[in-house]
């Protein structure tokens, strides 16, 4: 069966980083586009980043550009999502999402609950 779980959220101060890890199992990791999600409470689920099947081109929303940085590695099947000089603006459930390369097929994570509070 198919997994995403995500890892790494939690209390961070204003300025300070924390990593994010999603690691997927029962599907072809190496096939399937990586994107991070969030949503803050109020507000819809929004685009953070993307990385190719290859780790060869990245995205970003330009509220995080600068900021955070995506990043996979195929041999353990895991995304990560590197967030440094976070903002209270960045508190959030962060979702990952796998979507496959050559099909319509798509999975998420259970979510990460980012905190950023002094």
């Known amino acids: 069966q198919v997994q995403l779980v995500e890892s790494g959220g939690g209390l961070v101060q204003p300025g300070g980083s924390l990593r994010l890890s999603c690691v997927g199992s029962?599907?072809?990791?190496?096939?399937?586009?990586m994107k991070w999600y969030r949503q803050a409470p109020g507000k819809e689920r929004e685009y953070v980043a993307g990385?190719?099947?290859?780790?060869?081109?990245?995205n970003y929303a330009e509220s995080v550009k600068g900021r955070f940085t995506i990043s996979r590695d195929n041999v353990r099947k895991t995304v990560y999502l590197q967030m440094n000089s976070l903002q209270f603006e960045d508190t959030a459930v962060y979702y990952c999402k796998a979507k496959g390369m050559d099909s319509n097929r798509e999975y998420w994570g259970q979510g990460a609950q980012v905190t950023v509070s002094s």
């Open positions: 029962g599907f072809t990791f190496r096939y399937y586009v």
């Open positions: 990385v190719t099947i290859d780790g060869g081109r990245k």
